[in-house]
């Protein structure tokens, strides 16, 4: 198994070709990812460094700040390269750092859709997820308003984040879901089922939180694999899943330019049978 394996692209919803290896920008605000960085010029640098790097695909919220990573991509990079595709979510309140309450009804998806495209420049959102699904509102109501945006054509593609079998198999009654987000690494395996699920039917799989580092077998067994590749832990985790299903897209997210030109390099790591087969042996382990 090696790099050469891998698909260099996803055709996102059928239409949109985006780079397997990609950019989340939640981590360019501030801590707690609350407010502005601590370093603005930085994090705009990192944003012009990944487009250099030949990053096509980049994942924010409105959340993130809130509404910081969104002005901040659109200060960075607007005007767009043409084959830049920005997705953003919806479904989140902000009442302070690290707190995320969920508010997943068509008052505030309205509103928060109508903020997104504000601030990053754009007549419609190439892909517009789900950030979570309410409990407090029923589901189809949620998918009723997306479908009913998708229609008024301020959104291309939809997709979903922390979401069961179920939860798309009811959502794709209202639209296509092209893309799923949940959270997923080499030693976090609860939602394998999805990832499946994802690549039967042709749908892009957007691990977040790539390395949990949740447990002593699997942060020694990474650190073998990488020792032995002369890599560094991150990258081999981020290898993992690229090796692991030709679905799966990346989103590492990094607020320094050195540690996002390290986790690029991650697509030219070469995993050969024996580091994926110990590799995949953590999840017998956890």
């Not at 070709?17 to 989340?24: E, T």
């Not at 924010?60 to 043409?82: F, R």
């Amino acid at each position: 198994m090696s790099k050469a394996n891998f698909k260099e692209e996803f055709i996102l919803g059928g239409d949109l070709p985006v780079k397997r290896l990609g950019y989340g920008a939640m981590r360019i605000t501030g801590e707690g990812i609350w407010g502005p960085p601590a370093d603005k010029e930085e994090s705009l640098r990192v944003l012009k460094r990944a487009i250099e790097l030949g990053v096509n695909f980049i994942d924010t919220a409105d959340s993130y700040g809130p509404n910081v990573s969104e002005e901040l991509i659109a200060e960075a990079l607007y005007p767009y390269p043409p084959e830049l595709v920005i997705g953003t979510k919806g479904g989140l309140l902000r009442t302070g750092p690290n707190q995320w309450p969920v508010d997943s009804s068509p008052e505030h998806l309205k509103e928060a859709l109508e903020g997104s495209l504000k601030r990053l420049k754009l007549q419609w959102i190439d892909l517009y997820q789900l950030h979570r699904i309410d409990p407090k509102v029923p589901a189809e109501r949620t998918f009723e308003f997306l479908q009913k945006a998708q229609k008024e054509e301020k959104i291309r593609h939809i997709g979903l984040s922390e979401v069961s079998v179920d939860d798309i198999k009811l959502a794709q009654q209202f639209f296509e879901v092209v893309s799923v987000q949940n959270m997923y690494s080499v030693d976090n395996r609860k939602w394998e089922d999805v990832l499946e699920y994802c690549e039967e039917h042709n749908i892009a799989f957007i691990p977040w939180y790539p390395l949990s580092g949740g447990n002593v077998h699997a942060v020694e067994t990474l650190k073998r694999v990488a020792e032995r590749n002369q890599a560094t832990v991150h990258q081999v985790a981020l290898s993992w899943l690229l090796h692991h299903k030709d679905n799966i897209l990346l989103i590492p997210g990094t607020s320094s330019v050195k540690h996002l030109e390290e986790n690029m390099k991650a697509a030219d790591l070469e995993l050969s049978e024996l580091d994926m087969e110990e590799l995949n042996n953590i999840a017998n382990a956890v």
